[in-house]
């Protein structure tokens, strides 16, 4: 496929993509509008893999769509124009020549984060002409492209761990011409070279900031990253901000969704307990805690820090939160005022403490992050100054879990996707 394939086919695919995102409102820029009618995605994401087991499947089942075959096109063609995560390399792979069809095994160690998160990022940081932009494991290359698309040509350089996604992304982006550069190394070290940078953009969540990413931050420049505890289901957004003076801000947001975490993380799952948990509820006991709303995000994000080890079954009909390692669990229900749990640890008295905690600290919705660090470099987090102030330290960058051999490569970047398939939005 060359760089003018599909040229009317695609373009009224991404002008329909576009009109999605402006009637949703996440599509607000100008300039990036333009960048994503020009960035021709076909060119990126000449293939992608359909996850065809269902969750908890060992090993996986995949399917490979081939956008040069006639059999293919039209799944693929929506699948890239579409608004959901494009798997894209299994297991490290190279990325030429891959077969189509099935293939059975292995796990997802690149994809292209689904079009709406990919906005409201490259938004958040605030694009503009002129800006010197750093994206840490940028995959197949689609927001390097479309940042370069609005910086200029020459502007725009991604780090990415994994030589042949960084030969393949290279190459394409090539085919593009928008002038965007693809160094392979160890995204946690940035990239010093071209430093500063007036925008720096993480592909992948990190447990905390490597000194790097603030070291090469220019000043007046923004950093976005996802912070990444060990569940998937509270995620936190950082925006680091440094002052023309040198001083730097940081603020910590809860979200419905974030990036994969760097390599080495294996993010907890309660999948494998879900038939115990529908079979073994656990015994009723009264509270006072309504099931908190999906949207505390400021809530939920101090639950994933102060009672580490859990995580929620979003596929569940009523609340449930799982401590996987302990064999433990909080089902909210039968009915109001009534919770089950089960297990050795009382996930549900752990929530209500952080809870009351929450609330006497003025149910915040955001955090502030120090960096200044002591002795030992410990990144702290609150969310005020005083005595009742929700705090707690990021864990150290050193992965808590070795990743498979399969998914070593080059320097760090983003590691394997969990089970199941979806990780730029929650998962179970």
Known sequence: MTASGWGPETGG?????????????????????EALLRVRR??????????????GADPIDWRLLDGAHPDDREEWLDLIHGDESVLFQRDGESLDGLPRGPVTGGHMTSMSTYTPATVEALQTLGLAPGLRYLELGPGPGVSLALAATVTGPGLAIGVERNGFLAAFARRNLGLL??????????????????????????????????????????????????????????????????????????????????????????????????????????????????????????????????????????????????APEDGSWAVAGPDEGTVRVHGPRDVWAEIE??????????????????????????QRVASAAGRVALTWALPPLAAPTPAPPQAQGPGRGPGPDPDPGTVSRRVP
């Open 13 to 33: 695919r991404r002008g329909a993509m576009v009109d999605r995102l402006l009637s949703a409102g996440v599509l607000t820029d100008g300039g990036l509008r």
């Open 42 to 55: 076909e060119v990126l994401l000449p293939h992608a893999y359909v996850r065809v087991s269902g969750p």
């Open 177 to 322: 011409g928008v002038g965007a550069e693809v160094v392979v190394g160890d995204a946690l070290d940035g990239h010093e070279d071209g430093a500063p940078y007036d925008l720096v953009h993480s592909g992948f969540g990190v447990p905390g900031v490597p000194r790097a990413w603030l070291d090469q931050l220019a000043p007046g420049g923004r950093l976005l990253t996802t912070l990444t505890t060990r569940t998937p289901s509270w995620p936190g957004r950082l925006l680091v901000t440094r002052a023309a003076d040198g001083r730097i801000e940081a603020v910590l947001r809860g979200r419905a969704s974030g990036y994969r975490p760097m390599l080495g993380y294996r993010w907890l799952s309660a999948v494998e307990h879900r038939a115990a948990v529908r079979e073994r509820p656990g015994t009723p006991r009264p509270t006072r805690l309504a099931p908190p709303p999906d949207d505390a995000h400021g809530f939920w994000l101090a639950v994933a820090y102060l009672a580490p080890g859990l995580v929620r079954d979003f596929g569940a009909e009523t609340l449930t939160v799982v």
């Open 353 to 378: 403490e952080v809870h009351a905690r929450w609330d006497r600290a003025g149910r915040p919705e955001e955090y502030r992050v120090d960096f200044g660090g002591d002795a030992a470099g410990v």
